[in-house]
Protein backbone atom coordinates (compact mmCIF):
# COMPACT_ATOMS: atom_id res chain seq x y z
CA UNK A 1 0.00 0.00 0.00
CA UNK A 2 1.70 3.06 -0.84
CA UNK A 3 -1.16 5.52 -0.44
CA UNK A 4 -4.48 7.10 -1.23
CA UNK A 5 -3.60 8.64 -4.83
CA UNK A 6 -2.08 5.45 -5.57
CA UNK A 7 -4.41 3.52 -4.89
CA UNK A 8 -6.81 5.40 -6.87
CA UNK A 9 -4.36 4.70 -9.65
CA UNK A 10 -4.72 1.32 -9.37
CA UNK A 11 -8.01 1.56 -9.90
CA UNK A 12 -8.05 3.66 -12.47
CA UNK A 13 -5.17 1.36 -14.25
CA UNK A 14 -8.20 0.29 -17.18
CA UNK A 15 -8.24 4.42 -17.87
CA UNK A 16 -4.63 4.12 -19.54
CA UNK A 17 -4.44 3.86 -22.69
CA UNK A 18 -3.66 0.80 -25.20
CA UNK A 19 0.14 2.44 -25.98
CA UNK A 20 0.22 3.49 -21.86
CA UNK A 21 -0.32 -0.07 -20.89
CA UNK A 22 2.11 -1.40 -23.88
CA UNK A 23 4.86 0.72 -22.29
CA UNK A 24 4.32 -0.53 -18.81
CA UNK A 25 4.22 -4.23 -20.11
CA UNK A 26 7.97 -3.84 -21.92
CA UNK A 27 9.18 -2.08 -18.39
CA UNK A 28 8.10 -4.99 -16.64
CA UNK A 29 9.38 -7.54 -19.18
CA UNK A 30 12.78 -6.07 -19.49
CA UNK A 31 13.06 -5.95 -16.11
CA UNK A 32 12.24 -9.78 -15.49
CA UNK A 33 14.55 -10.60 -18.53
CA UNK A 34 17.89 -8.73 -16.39
CA UNK A 35 16.46 -10.47 -13.20
CA UNK A 36 16.64 -13.96 -15.32
CA UNK A 37 19.90 -13.38 -16.53
CA UNK A 38 21.10 -13.05 -13.13
CA UNK A 39 21.99 -9.44 -13.38
CA UNK A 40 22.97 -7.87 -9.89
CA UNK A 41 20.56 -5.95 -7.62
CA UNK A 42 22.27 -3.13 -8.10
CA UNK A 43 22.25 -3.26 -12.41
CA UNK A 44 18.47 -3.95 -12.04
CA UNK A 45 17.22 -1.09 -9.67
CA UNK A 46 19.64 1.26 -12.11
CA UNK A 47 17.84 -0.18 -15.41
CA UNK A 48 14.41 0.68 -13.39
CA UNK A 49 15.63 4.42 -13.39
CA UNK A 50 16.60 4.57 -16.79
CA UNK A 51 13.49 3.04 -18.29
CA UNK A 52 11.54 5.04 -16.32
CA UNK A 53 13.43 7.99 -17.41
CA UNK A 54 12.55 7.23 -20.82
CA UNK A 55 8.93 6.75 -20.13
CA UNK A 56 8.46 10.53 -18.63
CA UNK A 57 10.82 12.54 -20.72
CA UNK A 58 13.27 15.66 -19.28
CA UNK A 59 13.10 13.49 -15.81
CA UNK A 60 15.64 11.26 -13.70
CA UNK A 61 15.34 8.55 -11.53
CA UNK A 62 16.89 7.82 -8.65
CA UNK A 63 16.46 5.21 -5.12
CA UNK A 64 17.56 6.41 -1.79
CA UNK A 65 18.22 4.47 1.26
CA UNK A 66 18.06 4.99 5.00
CA UNK A 67 21.37 4.01 6.51
CA UNK A 68 21.29 1.52 9.71
CA UNK A 69 20.80 4.48 11.97
CA UNK A 70 17.34 4.76 10.32
CA UNK A 71 18.17 8.70 10.27
CA UNK A 72 20.42 9.40 7.18
CA UNK A 73 19.07 8.89 3.23
CA UNK A 74 22.04 8.35 0.97
CA UNK A 75 21.60 7.45 -2.85
CA UNK A 76 21.64 4.19 -3.78
CA UNK A 77 20.83 4.66 -7.66
CA UNK A 78 20.66 7.28 -9.80
CA UNK A 79 22.42 6.35 -13.22
CA UNK A 80 21.61 9.75 -14.84
CA UNK A 81 22.74 12.59 -11.51
CA UNK A 82 26.27 13.68 -11.92
CA UNK A 83 28.74 12.77 -8.60
CA UNK A 84 28.68 16.59 -7.45
CA UNK A 85 24.63 16.09 -7.46
CA UNK A 86 24.51 12.60 -5.58
CA UNK A 87 27.31 13.90 -3.46
CA UNK A 88 24.56 16.63 -2.20
CA UNK A 89 21.87 14.51 -1.85
CA UNK A 90 24.07 11.97 0.25
CA UNK A 91 23.58 12.17 4.04
CA UNK A 92 19.78 13.83 3.80
CA UNK A 93 18.54 14.51 7.12
CA UNK A 94 14.65 13.18 6.64
CA UNK A 95 12.27 16.11 8.01
CA UNK A 96 9.74 19.07 6.95
CA UNK A 97 12.00 20.78 5.02
CA UNK A 98 13.85 17.60 3.40
CA UNK A 99 12.57 17.60 -0.03
CA UNK A 100 10.09 15.33 -1.64
CA UNK A 101 12.67 12.24 -0.29
CA UNK A 102 12.74 13.72 3.06
CA UNK A 103 9.03 13.71 3.29
CA UNK A 104 8.88 10.65 2.35
CA UNK A 105 10.48 9.30 5.40
CA UNK A 106 9.32 11.66 7.54
CA UNK A 107 5.47 11.67 6.91
CA UNK A 108 5.55 7.85 5.77
CA UNK A 109 3.54 9.20 2.76
CA UNK A 110 3.81 9.80 -0.98
CA UNK A 111 5.52 13.28 -1.61
CA UNK A 112 4.40 14.83 -5.14
CA UNK A 113 5.73 18.37 -5.29
CA UNK A 114 5.41 20.50 -8.95
CA UNK A 115 7.35 23.02 -8.15
CA UNK A 116 10.26 22.71 -6.06
CA UNK A 117 11.59 26.45 -6.44
CA UNK A 118 8.72 27.46 -4.63
CA UNK A 119 7.21 24.60 -2.21
CA UNK A 120 8.21 24.31 1.34
CA UNK A 121 8.80 20.56 1.41
CA UNK A 122 11.64 21.58 -0.44
CA UNK A 123 13.28 24.44 1.23
CA UNK A 124 16.52 22.80 2.84
CA UNK A 125 16.94 21.71 -0.80
CA UNK A 126 16.06 24.76 -2.78
CA UNK A 127 19.83 25.45 -3.66
CA UNK A 128 19.89 21.59 -5.15
CA UNK A 129 17.04 22.50 -7.65
CA UNK A 130 18.38 25.81 -8.65
CA UNK A 131 21.64 23.99 -9.47
CA UNK A 132 20.38 21.34 -11.57
CA UNK A 133 17.28 22.75 -12.44
CA UNK A 134 14.64 20.09 -10.97
CA UNK A 135 11.38 22.01 -11.62
CA UNK A 136 9.26 18.98 -9.70
CA UNK A 137 10.01 15.65 -7.98
CA UNK A 138 7.76 12.87 -7.26
CA UNK A 139 8.80 10.28 -4.61
CA UNK A 140 6.93 7.57 -2.64
CA UNK A 141 8.27 4.69 -0.39
CA UNK A 142 9.99 2.04 -0.85
CA UNK A 143 9.09 -0.94 1.96
CA UNK A 144 11.12 -4.18 3.23
CA UNK A 145 9.38 -7.19 3.27
CA UNK A 146 7.77 -6.49 6.89
CA UNK A 147 6.03 -3.64 5.52
CA UNK A 148 8.42 -0.79 6.59
CA UNK A 149 9.86 2.38 4.69
CA UNK A 150 13.41 2.08 4.54
CA UNK A 151 13.47 4.37 1.18
CA UNK A 152 12.72 5.87 -1.79
CA UNK A 153 12.11 5.81 -5.14
CA UNK A 154 11.88 9.11 -7.06
CA UNK A 155 11.35 10.43 -10.50
CA UNK A 156 12.45 14.28 -10.84
CA UNK A 157 11.66 16.58 -13.69
CA UNK A 158 13.56 19.72 -15.69
CA UNK A 159 9.68 20.67 -15.82
CA UNK A 160 7.27 21.58 -13.57
CA UNK A 161 4.67 18.77 -13.74
CA UNK A 162 1.85 16.82 -11.39
CA UNK A 163 1.62 13.52 -12.34
CA UNK A 164 -1.22 11.87 -14.22
CA UNK A 165 -2.29 8.49 -13.96
CA UNK A 166 0.51 6.86 -16.12
CA UNK A 167 2.83 8.56 -13.90
CA UNK A 168 1.82 7.10 -10.55
CA UNK A 169 1.59 3.38 -11.99
CA UNK A 170 5.42 3.92 -12.84
CA UNK A 171 6.10 5.03 -9.34
CA UNK A 172 4.15 2.75 -8.08
CA UNK A 173 6.27 -0.01 -10.50
CA UNK A 174 9.06 1.22 -9.69
CA UNK A 175 9.37 1.28 -5.93
CA UNK A 176 8.43 -2.58 -5.98
CA UNK A 177 10.54 -4.06 -8.13
CA UNK A 178 13.22 -1.72 -6.09
CA UNK A 179 11.67 -3.41 -2.92
CA UNK A 180 12.03 -6.94 -4.41
CA UNK A 181 15.38 -6.82 -5.47
CA UNK A 182 16.38 -5.46 -2.65
CA UNK A 183 14.36 -8.56 -0.40
CA UNK A 184 16.34 -10.87 -3.26
CA UNK A 185 19.59 -9.08 -2.75
CA UNK A 186 19.13 -9.84 1.55
CA UNK A 187 18.31 -12.98 0.48
CA UNK A 188 20.74 -13.69 -1.72
CA UNK A 189 23.36 -12.35 0.58
CA UNK A 190 21.71 -14.43 3.99
CA UNK A 191 22.36 -17.76 1.50
CA UNK A 192 25.80 -16.69 0.51
CA UNK A 193 26.73 -16.05 3.98
CA UNK A 194 25.31 -19.47 4.88
CA UNK A 195 27.33 -21.01 2.56
CA UNK A 196 30.14 -19.21 3.78
CA UNK A 197 29.34 -20.34 7.06
CA UNK A 198 28.55 -23.81 6.15
CA UNK A 199 31.71 -24.71 3.74
CA UNK A 200 33.53 -22.68 6.24
CA UNK A 201 32.84 -23.77 9.50
CA UNK A 202 35.87 -26.01 11.32
CA UNK A 203 32.40 -28.30 12.92
CA UNK A 204 30.79 -30.87 10.60
CA UNK A 205 27.60 -29.82 9.57
CA UNK A 206 24.51 -32.52 8.10
CA UNK A 207 21.75 -31.52 6.93
CA UNK A 208 18.52 -33.87 6.83
CA UNK A 209 15.04 -33.94 5.63
CA UNK A 210 11.91 -34.57 7.97
CA UNK A 211 12.25 -38.27 7.32
CA UNK A 212 16.10 -38.03 8.54
CA UNK A 213 17.82 -38.65 4.86
CA UNK A 214 20.72 -36.80 3.95
CA UNK A 215 20.25 -33.98 2.25
CA UNK A 216 23.90 -32.03 2.49
CA UNK A 217 26.86 -31.92 4.30
CA UNK A 218 29.56 -29.70 3.89
CA UNK A 219 33.23 -29.67 3.57
CA UNK A 220 34.46 -30.48 6.72
CA UNK A 221 32.08 -33.12 7.69
CA UNK A 222 33.13 -35.35 4.43
CA UNK A 223 36.88 -34.35 5.63
CA UNK A 224 36.62 -35.45 9.13
CA UNK A 225 34.34 -39.18 8.09
CA UNK A 226 36.10 -39.86 4.93
CA UNK A 227 32.83 -39.74 2.86
CA UNK A 228 31.98 -37.42 -0.48
CA UNK A 229 29.27 -35.49 -0.53
CA UNK A 230 27.37 -37.94 -3.50
CA UNK A 231 28.02 -40.83 -1.18
CA UNK A 232 26.12 -39.41 1.80
CA UNK A 233 23.13 -37.85 -0.37
CA UNK A 234 20.44 -40.17 0.48
CA UNK A 235 21.65 -42.18 3.14
CA UNK A 236 20.73 -42.09 6.55
CA UNK A 237 23.10 -41.46 9.33
CA UNK A 238 23.23 -44.80 10.27
CA UNK A 239 25.59 -45.42 8.26
CA UNK A 240 28.27 -43.50 10.80
CA UNK A 241 26.78 -45.92 13.72
CA UNK A 242 29.86 -47.47 15.66
CA UNK A 243 28.03 -49.82 17.84
CA UNK A 244 28.98 -48.47 21.07
CA UNK A 245 25.70 -47.07 22.30
CA UNK A 246 22.43 -49.11 23.04
CA UNK A 247 18.99 -48.68 21.71
CA UNK A 248 18.64 -46.98 24.92
CA UNK A 249 20.83 -43.86 24.44
CA UNK A 250 19.45 -43.24 20.80
CA UNK A 251 15.64 -43.46 22.32
CA UNK A 252 16.81 -41.40 24.86
CA UNK A 253 18.02 -38.82 22.57
CA UNK A 254 15.60 -38.99 19.80
CA UNK A 255 12.71 -38.17 22.75
CA UNK A 256 14.67 -35.28 23.79
CA UNK A 257 14.94 -33.94 20.07
CA UNK A 258 10.78 -34.49 20.16
CA UNK A 259 10.43 -32.29 23.24
CA UNK A 260 13.09 -29.68 23.46
CA UNK A 261 13.58 -29.83 19.31
CA UNK A 262 17.68 -29.99 20.45
CA UNK A 263 19.94 -32.38 21.91
CA UNK A 264 23.60 -32.25 22.22
CA UNK A 265 26.14 -34.38 23.71
CA UNK A 266 29.13 -36.88 23.47
CA UNK A 267 28.84 -39.34 20.96
CA UNK A 268 31.25 -42.41 19.42
CA UNK A 269 30.86 -42.43 15.58
CA UNK A 270 32.30 -44.44 12.84
CA UNK A 271 34.36 -42.81 9.81
CA UNK A 272 34.62 -45.04 6.63
CA UNK A 273 38.07 -46.48 6.64
CA UNK A 274 36.23 -47.87 10.44
CA UNK A 275 37.92 -45.67 12.67
CA UNK A 276 35.70 -44.90 15.97
CA UNK A 277 35.97 -41.32 17.50
CA UNK A 278 34.72 -39.42 19.76
CA UNK A 279 32.46 -36.28 18.56
CA UNK A 280 30.06 -33.42 20.41
CA UNK A 281 27.18 -33.61 18.75
CA UNK A 282 24.69 -30.95 18.48
CA UNK A 283 20.85 -31.61 16.97
CA UNK A 284 18.27 -29.26 16.36
CA UNK A 285 14.96 -29.70 14.80
CA UNK A 286 13.90 -27.30 12.29
CA UNK A 287 10.04 -26.51 11.69
CA UNK A 288 8.50 -24.28 9.33
CA UNK A 289 5.66 -21.49 9.96
CA UNK A 290 2.73 -23.53 10.16
CA UNK A 291 4.66 -25.82 12.62
CA UNK A 292 5.47 -28.75 10.48
CA UNK A 293 8.82 -30.22 10.93
CA UNK A 294 11.05 -29.63 7.85
CA UNK A 295 14.69 -30.58 8.37
CA UNK A 296 17.62 -31.63 10.81
CA UNK A 297 20.22 -30.08 11.45
CA UNK A 298 23.44 -31.91 13.05
CA UNK A 299 26.76 -30.02 14.21
CA UNK A 300 29.63 -31.47 14.87
CA UNK A 301 33.28 -31.73 16.36
CA UNK A 302 35.98 -34.43 16.20
CA UNK A 303 37.42 -33.93 20.14
CA UNK A 304 39.83 -37.30 20.03
CA UNK A 305 42.76 -34.58 20.51
CA UNK A 306 40.87 -33.36 23.73
CA UNK A 307 39.93 -36.51 24.55
CA UNK A 308 43.95 -37.68 23.95
CA UNK A 309 44.71 -34.43 25.74
CA UNK A 310 42.12 -35.49 28.89
CA UNK A 311 43.78 -39.13 29.00
CA UNK A 312 47.03 -38.27 28.81
CA UNK A 313 46.22 -35.15 31.81
CA UNK A 314 44.57 -38.52 33.71
CA UNK A 315 47.55 -40.42 32.79
CA UNK A 316 50.06 -37.77 34.12
CA UNK A 317 48.06 -37.21 37.29
CA UNK A 318 49.07 -41.15 38.39
CA UNK A 319 52.13 -41.48 36.95
CA UNK A 320 55.83 -40.48 37.25
CA UNK A 321 56.58 -38.08 33.65
CA UNK A 322 60.28 -40.00 33.47
CA UNK A 323 59.40 -43.67 34.16
CA UNK A 324 55.87 -43.62 33.00
CA UNK A 325 55.72 -46.43 36.65
CA UNK A 326 52.91 -44.92 38.40
CA UNK A 327 53.61 -42.07 41.11
CA UNK A 328 53.05 -41.69 44.76
CA UNK A 329 49.36 -40.59 44.76
CA UNK A 330 48.44 -43.55 42.70
CA UNK A 331 50.61 -45.64 45.31
CA UNK A 332 48.76 -44.68 47.66
CA UNK A 333 45.79 -45.86 46.53
CA UNK A 334 46.64 -48.95 45.58
CA UNK A 335 48.30 -50.01 49.21
CA UNK A 336 45.37 -49.04 50.68
CA UNK A 337 43.49 -51.20 48.57
CA UNK A 338 45.74 -53.73 49.33
CA UNK A 339 45.46 -53.16 53.01
CA UNK A 340 42.08 -53.48 53.08
CA UNK A 341 42.15 -57.18 51.49
CA UNK A 342 44.81 -58.02 54.04
CA UNK A 343 42.56 -57.14 56.61
CA UNK A 344 39.94 -58.94 55.41
CA UNK A 345 41.37 -62.48 54.65
CA UNK A 346 43.46 -61.73 56.82
CA UNK A 347 46.90 -61.53 55.36
CA UNK A 348 50.40 -59.47 55.39
CA UNK A 349 51.50 -56.76 53.23
CA UNK A 350 55.26 -55.92 52.55
CA UNK A 351 56.06 -52.20 52.17
CA UNK A 352 59.53 -51.58 50.81
CA UNK A 353 61.38 -48.30 50.17
CA UNK A 354 64.64 -48.56 48.23
CA UNK A 355 66.92 -45.97 46.54
CA UNK A 356 70.11 -46.37 44.56
CA UNK A 357 73.27 -45.92 46.47
CA UNK A 358 75.77 -43.13 45.68
CA UNK A 359 72.92 -41.90 42.92
CA UNK A 360 73.84 -38.26 43.27
CA UNK A 361 77.69 -38.78 42.52
CA UNK A 362 77.05 -41.35 39.55
CA UNK A 363 74.00 -38.17 38.36
CA UNK A 364 76.84 -35.50 38.85
CA UNK A 365 79.28 -37.24 36.98
CA UNK A 366 77.35 -38.33 33.75
CA UNK A 367 74.83 -35.57 33.41
CA UNK A 368 71.14 -34.95 33.92
CA UNK A 369 70.29 -36.83 30.52
CA UNK A 370 72.77 -39.97 31.96
CA UNK A 371 70.90 -40.18 35.15
CA UNK A 372 67.28 -40.02 33.68
CA UNK A 373 68.16 -42.85 31.22
CA UNK A 374 69.75 -44.56 34.53
CA UNK A 375 66.59 -44.48 36.81
CA UNK A 376 64.19 -45.32 33.63
CA UNK A 377 66.72 -48.41 33.18
CA UNK A 378 66.41 -49.06 37.22
CA UNK A 379 62.53 -48.84 37.17
CA UNK A 380 62.54 -51.08 34.26
CA UNK A 381 65.07 -53.97 36.36
CA UNK A 382 62.58 -53.26 39.46
CA UNK A 383 59.28 -53.77 37.37
CA UNK A 384 60.44 -56.98 36.27
CA UNK A 385 61.15 -58.49 39.68
CA UNK A 386 57.80 -58.10 41.03
CA UNK A 387 54.37 -59.66 40.46
CA UNK A 388 51.12 -58.39 38.42
CA UNK A 389 49.41 -57.98 41.72
CA UNK A 390 52.46 -55.90 43.07
CA UNK A 391 52.83 -51.93 43.25
CA UNK A 392 55.91 -49.81 42.58
CA UNK A 393 56.24 -46.01 41.88
CA UNK A 394 58.89 -44.02 41.99
CA UNK A 395 58.31 -40.91 44.23
CA UNK A 396 61.23 -38.52 43.11
CA UNK A 397 64.87 -38.63 42.43
CA UNK A 398 66.41 -42.44 42.92
CA UNK A 399 63.51 -43.16 45.85
CA UNK A 400 61.23 -45.59 44.84
CA UNK A 401 58.48 -47.64 47.32
CA UNK A 402 56.96 -51.16 46.29
CA UNK A 403 54.30 -52.95 47.88
CA UNK A 404 54.17 -56.44 48.18
CA UNK A 405 50.45 -57.98 48.83
CA UNK A 406 50.92 -61.87 50.37
CA UNK A 407 53.97 -62.14 51.68
CA UNK A 408 53.10 -63.65 54.68
CA UNK A 409 56.43 -64.89 56.14
CA UNK A 410 59.90 -63.14 56.09
CA UNK A 411 61.61 -65.99 53.61
CA UNK A 412 59.37 -64.68 50.89
CA UNK A 413 59.91 -61.18 51.43
CA UNK A 414 63.95 -61.59 51.47
CA UNK A 415 63.94 -63.88 48.70
CA UNK A 416 62.05 -61.26 46.75
CA UNK A 417 64.24 -58.51 47.85
CA UNK A 418 67.42 -60.33 47.07
CA UNK A 419 66.61 -60.69 43.78
CA UNK A 420 65.82 -57.21 43.49
CA UNK A 421 69.17 -56.17 45.27
CA UNK A 422 70.95 -58.66 42.77
CA UNK A 423 69.56 -57.70 39.26
CA UNK A 424 70.40 -54.01 40.32
CA UNK A 425 73.27 -55.26 40.67
CA UNK A 426 74.31 -56.38 37.05
CA UNK A 427 76.21 -53.83 34.78
CA UNK A 428 74.55 -51.62 32.68
CA UNK A 429 75.68 -49.88 30.13
CA UNK A 430 75.33 -45.75 29.34
CA UNK A 431 76.63 -42.90 28.08
CA UNK A 432 79.13 -45.31 26.67
CA UNK A 433 80.37 -46.44 30.21
CA UNK A 434 79.53 -49.80 32.08
CA UNK A 435 78.19 -48.95 35.36
CA UNK A 436 77.52 -51.37 38.66
CA UNK A 437 75.10 -50.14 41.11
CA UNK A 438 73.45 -51.11 44.45
CA UNK A 439 70.56 -50.46 46.39
CA UNK A 440 69.24 -50.03 49.42
CA UNK A 441 65.86 -51.51 51.00
CA UNK A 442 63.93 -50.86 54.13
CA UNK A 443 60.57 -53.44 54.69
CA UNK A 444 57.58 -52.44 56.64
CA UNK A 445 55.17 -55.33 57.30
CA UNK A 446 51.43 -54.80 57.60
CA UNK A 447 50.00 -55.35 60.09
CA UNK A 448 53.06 -56.05 62.36
CA UNK A 449 54.78 -52.52 61.72
CA UNK A 450 51.50 -50.51 61.00
CA UNK A 451 48.33 -50.16 59.72
CA UNK A 452 47.98 -47.09 57.80
CA UNK A 453 50.01 -46.02 54.67
CA UNK A 454 51.81 -42.90 56.28
CA UNK A 455 53.13 -45.31 58.70
CA UNK A 456 54.00 -48.36 56.81
CA UNK A 457 56.13 -45.54 54.68
CA UNK A 458 57.71 -43.91 57.45
CA UNK A 459 58.79 -47.43 59.28
CA UNK A 460 60.27 -48.67 55.53
CA UNK A 461 62.06 -45.98 55.16
CA UNK A 462 63.93 -45.59 58.24
CA UNK A 463 64.94 -49.02 57.52
CA UNK A 464 66.09 -47.93 54.75
CA UNK A 465 68.42 -45.55 56.08
CA UNK A 466 69.52 -48.01 58.66
CA UNK A 467 70.41 -50.23 55.52
CA UNK A 468 72.07 -47.65 53.86
CA UNK A 469 74.02 -46.43 56.91
CA UNK A 470 74.93 -49.66 57.36
CA UNK A 471 76.78 -49.58 54.02
CA UNK A 472 73.96 -49.92 51.78
CA UNK A 473 73.95 -52.82 49.05
CA UNK A 474 71.27 -54.77 51.44
CA UNK A 475 68.12 -54.42 53.41
CA UNK A 476 66.59 -54.27 56.66
CA UNK A 477 63.80 -54.59 58.30
CA UNK A 478 62.28 -52.03 60.52
CA UNK A 479 61.83 -54.52 63.43
CA UNK A 480 64.86 -56.49 64.83
CA UNK A 481 63.08 -59.50 65.46
CA UNK A 482 62.58 -59.72 61.68
CA UNK A 483 66.19 -58.86 60.69
CA UNK A 484 67.48 -61.78 62.65
CA UNK A 485 64.79 -64.10 61.32
CA UNK A 486 65.55 -62.98 58.43
CA UNK A 487 69.80 -63.27 58.90
CA UNK A 488 69.22 -67.11 59.83
CA UNK A 489 66.89 -67.81 57.16
CA UNK A 490 70.26 -66.36 54.99
CA UNK A 491 73.07 -67.90 56.70
CA UNK A 492 70.97 -71.40 56.16
CA UNK A 493 70.46 -70.73 52.80
CA UNK A 494 74.11 -70.03 51.83
CA UNK A 495 75.23 -73.30 53.88
CA UNK A 496 72.71 -75.29 51.92
CA UNK A 497 73.64 -73.54 48.69
CA UNK A 498 77.53 -74.27 49.37
CA UNK A 499 76.51 -77.84 51.14
CA UNK A 500 75.15 -78.86 47.59
CA UNK A 501 77.71 -77.12 45.25
CA UNK A 502 80.73 -79.30 47.58
CA UNK A 503 78.96 -82.87 47.88
CA UNK A 504 78.17 -82.64 51.40
CA UNK A 505 74.91 -84.52 51.91
CA UNK A 506 75.08 -88.46 52.69
CA UNK A 507 72.05 -90.19 52.06
CA UNK A 508 70.25 -92.34 55.34
CA UNK A 509 68.06 -94.65 55.41
CA UNK A 510 66.03 -95.30 58.14
CA UNK A 511 63.94 -98.58 58.40
CA UNK A 512 60.34 -98.98 59.04
CA UNK A 513 59.61 -102.55 60.58
CA UNK A 514 56.00 -104.47 61.06
CA UNK A 515 55.96 -105.70 64.27
CA UNK A 516 53.17 -107.76 63.27
CA UNK A 517 54.87 -109.68 60.86
CA UNK A 518 58.06 -108.98 61.70
CA UNK A 519 58.98 -107.87 58.71
CA UNK A 520 60.66 -104.45 56.58
CA UNK A 521 57.68 -102.65 56.33
CA UNK A 522 59.46 -99.38 54.05
CA UNK A 523 62.06 -96.65 54.72
CA UNK A 524 62.91 -93.13 54.62
CA UNK A 525 64.99 -91.53 52.72
CA UNK A 526 66.92 -88.41 54.95
CA UNK A 527 69.47 -86.38 53.41
CA UNK A 528 72.05 -85.20 56.45
CA UNK A 529 75.13 -83.28 56.11
CA UNK A 530 78.18 -84.87 56.38
CA UNK A 531 78.95 -82.66 59.68
CA UNK A 532 76.11 -84.05 61.26
CA UNK A 533 76.69 -87.27 62.65
Not at 29 to 51: M, N, R
Not at 349 to 371: M, T
Request: net charge negative; charged share 20%; hydrophobic share 35%.
Amino acid sequence: MLNDGLSAANAEFCTLTGAEQEKILRLQQSILESVTHGDSYLDVIGQVCKLEEQLLPNSIGSVMLLDHSGEVLNVLAAPSVPPEGISQLNGLRPGPGGGSCGNVIYTQQPQFVSNTFTDPRWENLRHLAYNFNLCSCWSVPVYSRQRKVIGTFALSSFEHRSPSPFHLRLLEIGASIVSIMLDRNRSQESLRLFEQVFEGAEEGIMITDADIRILSVNKTFTKILGYTQDELRGQTPKVFSSGQHGADFYRTMWKQIEAKRYWRGEIWNRRKNGEIFPEWLSISAVYDQSEQLTHYIGIFSDISELKNAEEQIQYLSTHDILTGLPNQTAFKDRLQQAIALAANRPGKVAVLSLDLDNFKLLNDSLGLHAGDELLRRVATVLKSCIADTDSLCRIGSDEFLLALPGCNDTETISTVVDSMIEKVRQPIRIAEQTLSLSCSVGIAVYPDDGSQYDSLVMRASEARRKAKKDGGNGYRYCTEQLNSNSFEFLRLAHELRDAVSLKQFVLHFQPQIDLAREALNKSNRKPRLATQA
